[in-house]
């Protein structure tokens, strides 16, 4: 186990009703290289916007940076945006140093509690402060991963990137799967347990429905979509989590068909059925 209090920069992006800016930056402590907040602005414009089906969701994700910190972000609800819209968002980073991401056996999972979802206009352009978390880090033993959890894995270590259909964060599955990959592919291994899309082409991510993974793996070569739903008895699914299954027709982005259609289409066709009886009789 690794004990060890761990210091880190932060700052804060997204769309508020408080201003009117549009998508920028809230705030950030004074240590915040540029490249960082660069690297920021440009993950969270690539994170997505969220569909019109898809209900809002608590998530993160953990981009580790090449020579830099891991950029560790907690995605957030923020209500209506400064033109009235629904669907805005708040993103908080948090930037682990190298050497504390490498002792927690870059691992993103300890450092989430870090992440703040309240922010007001009293912090517009203000100098943050320095954060500080204490971290516990304690691999978690899966002495029998099930197939889910091994095929992802199994993917990632090929150098595939996971797209996983779910209407929910998969963050126990995240979890498990993570705890399963070595640490040089962690090292280098981004995820988002969480996303609208995966412009920041995560190695593993859960996108809102078969729809938006298909989408997504055919514009990207190196994505393979894995659905939790070809293996029932995970553990991990994020059915599983909920404690009760979800039909394989709710990870579909089309909204569902009205009942008055329908017999407004039986009654269309009533006329010419009868025709085509009478004909045969």
Same mark, same amino acid.
């Given at each position: 186990? $690794? ?23 809230? @705030?950030?402590? =004074?240590? %915040?290289?540029?490249? $960082?907040? @660069? ?32 950029? *560790? ?43 703040? %979802? ?37 993917? *990632? ?55 938006? =993974?298909?989408? @997504? ?65």
């Amino acid at each position: 186990m $690794w004990k060890r209090t761990v210091l880190y920069e932060q700052a804060v992006y997204g769309n508020f009703p408080f201003w009117s800016r549009g998508y920028g930056l809230l @705030a950030h402590s =004074a240590k %915040c290289e540029p490249d $960082w907040l @660069a690297a920021l602005k440009l993950a969270c414009q690539r994170f997505g916007e969220r569909p019109r089906e898809c209900a809002d969701n608590l998530g993160f994700f953990a981009i580790p940076q090449p020579d830099g910190p891991c950029m *560790i972000v907690g995605v957030f609800p923020n209500g209506r945006d400064d033109q009235g819209r629904p669907g805005a968002l708040v993103f908080h980073a948090l930037f682990i140093p190298p050497r504390a991401y490498r002792k927690a056996g870059y691992d993103p999972f300890p450092f989430v509690e870090g992440l703040r %979802c309240d922010w007001s206009s009293e912090e517009i352009d203000t100098v943050l402060p320095t954060g500080t978390i204490n971290v516990s880090c304690e691999p978690l033993c899966d002495k029998q991963p099930d197939r889910l959890v091994e095929e992802i894995a199994r993917a *990632i270590n090929g150098q595939k990137k996971v797209i996983v259909p779910s209407l929910t964060p998969i963050d126990p599955l995240a979890r498990s799967v993570w705890n399963l990959l070595p640490v040089r592919v962690r090292k280098r291994a981004s995820m988002a347990t969480f996303a609208y899309d995966n412009g920041n082409r995560f190695d593993l991510v859960a996108l809102p429905g078969r729809r938006s =993974a298909e989408l @997504a793996v055919s514009r990207d070569p190196a994505c393979v979509m894995i659905d939790a739903h070809d293996y029932p008895d995970s553990r991990s699914s994020p059915d599983h989590e909920k404690g009760k299954p979800t039909k394989p027709g709710d990870l579909n982005d089309d909204p569902p068909r009205s009942p008055r259609l329908f017999r407004r289409f039986l009654r269309s066709i009533t006329p010419l059925l009868l025709a085509i009886s009478f004909q045969n009789a």
